[in-house]
T-cell receptor, first 114, second 113 residues
Framework: GENVEQHPSTLSVQEGDSAVIKCTYS??????FPWYKQELGKGPQLIID?????GEKKDQRIAVTLNKTAKHFSLHITETQPEDSAVYFC?????????????FGSGTRLQVQP | NAGVTQTPKFRVLKTGQSMTLLCAQD?????MYWYRQDPGMGLRLIHY???????AKGEVPDGYNVSRLKKQNFLLGLESAAPSQTSVYFC????????????FGSGTQLSVL
């Protein structure tokens, strides 16, 4: 089955700096890579996703890049703000097949210092 | 629109006791999932359902059972709780296979003593 590794486990940045979280996956057939944000006491929420036919996707201050050859993808947050403090999860999946569930990474706790 | 609702939010059990966690969604979603979240291990899939009356095993199904008698509800049962089942449990749903976004509930904190 799919295995997703995520680094770092914790990340502390100063407000206004950039943050980068990296993930690798094992199954070269995976074609969908979402990122979820989990705030304290809440369930994860989708913040951005990318399919394997795209190398990069941006949404305001967040972006995701995908390197299919190396089987890794990254989340980039620019101009970080205190409200970006949360746990972030990457995930991988193979859509439109018998595997109908996401495999998640172990999570990164991001702390943005004011 | 409540989305995905989990009950209870907190529960403490003694080893060997049984309980059922309820997940309800009001979005008419076909797919529903139960995950557990443990420190340093992310979210691991316990069981899932691709439609009313169907269930399937995920990564860590041992010690759990599930039922999907109604499309809007997905129940997770622990027949004989063990300390290793101390965790935060999340239910999630999505509309269909080609709609990727998962909607999560707010979680159930379970402690087994």
């Amino acid at each position: 089955g799919e295995n997703v590794e995520q680094h770092p486990s914790t990340l502390s940045v100063q407000e206004g700096d950039s943050a980068v979280i990296k993930c690798t996956y094992s199954d070269s057939a995976s074609n969908y890579f979402p990122w979820y944000k989990q705030e304290l006491g809440k369930g994860p929420q989708l913040i951005i996703d990318i399919r394997s036919n795209v190398g990069e996707k941006k949404d305001q201050r967040i972006a995701v890049t995908l390197n299919k050859t190396a089987k890794h993808f990254s989340l980039h947050i620019t101009e970080t703000q205190p409200e970006d403090s949360a746990v972030y999860f990457c995930a991988a999946s193979l859509l439109d097949t018998g595997r109908r569930a996401l495999t998640f990474g172990s999570g990164t706790r991001l702390q943005v210092q004011p | 629109n409540a989305g995905v609702t989990q009950t209870p939010k907190f529960r403490v059990l003694k080893t060997g006791q049984s309980m059922t966690l309820l997940c309800a969604q009001d979005m008419n979603h076909e797919y529903m999932y139960w995950y557990r979240q443990d420190p340093g291990m992310g979210l691991r899939l316990i069981h899932y359902s691709v439609g009313e009356g169907t269930t399937a095993k995920g990564e860590v199904p041992d010690g759990y059972n599930v039922s999907r008698l109604k499309k809007q509800n997905f129940l997770l049962g622990l027949e004989s709780a063990a300390p290793s089942q101390t965790s935060v449990y999340f239910c999630a749903s999505r509309r269909q296979l080609t709609n990727e976004k998962l909607f999560f509930g707010s979680g159930t904190q379970l402690s087994v003593l």
